[in-house]
Each structure stands twice: as C-alpha cells, then as structure tokens.
C-alpha cells in the first residue's frame, strides 16, 4: 500500500524542482531527455537539461521521477492537466488511499 501512496504523492504535488526523464514516448527523439522540471503548463514539462531548455508534451509519454529517494514510472497521461487542478484531485486520491474519504 505504500507505494501506491508514494505514487499519488507524486502525482499530488508541484512537479517543479523534480528530477525527470523521459522513457517511453512516440517521438523518439524525446526518449532520454533527463532534467529538472523548472516550468509546468496543462500539457508540457520545460525540462533543463545539460543540453538547455526542452519542451515536452504530458500526453503519451511515460517518465522516469525521482522523488524522496526513489524512483517511480508515471504516465503523462495522469499528470495531463493543469498543475493546480492535478493537485486538488491527487489530493482527493492520496486521502481515499489512505482511507479518508472526502
């Protein structure tokens, strides 16, 4: 059961400062982009890479995130929504995990 808490914390909070890479995607040349979040909007992550800034889209791709020393898989389809609002409903999802209905 933990885990699955550890993973809608992820999902349930500012992924600005977390370090990130893309693993799955159907553009390839977008797989092995590895950086920190430093922006967010409803549908990309701007990643600072060694490279410099990448813009990548949420939807369909699946990114590798290290977060409190572990690293978890998360679809870019549950984080495909504008930051506040995936906040609010990660939120709701991490309090009926734990077993606290809202």
């Known amino acids: 059961m933990r885990g699955r808490i550890q993973g809608v914390e992820v999902i349930a909070r500012d992924w600005i400062g977390l370090t ?23 549908n990309t992550l701007k990643i600072m890479t060694e490279k410099g800034l990448k813009v990548v889209a949420k939807r369909g791709r699946t990114f590798r995130v290290w977060y409190k020393g572990k690293i978890m898989r998360i679809s870019g389809n549950l984080i495909n929504f504008r930051p506040e609002d ?6 709701m999802m991490l309090k009926r995990a734990k077993g606290v209905w809202v």
């Open 86 to 91: 995936r906040i609010k409903r990660g939120l």
């Open 20 to 42: 990130v890479e893309v693993v799955e995607s159907p553009n390839q040349s977008e797989v092995g982009i590895r950086g920190e979040v430093v922006d967010e909007t409803q």
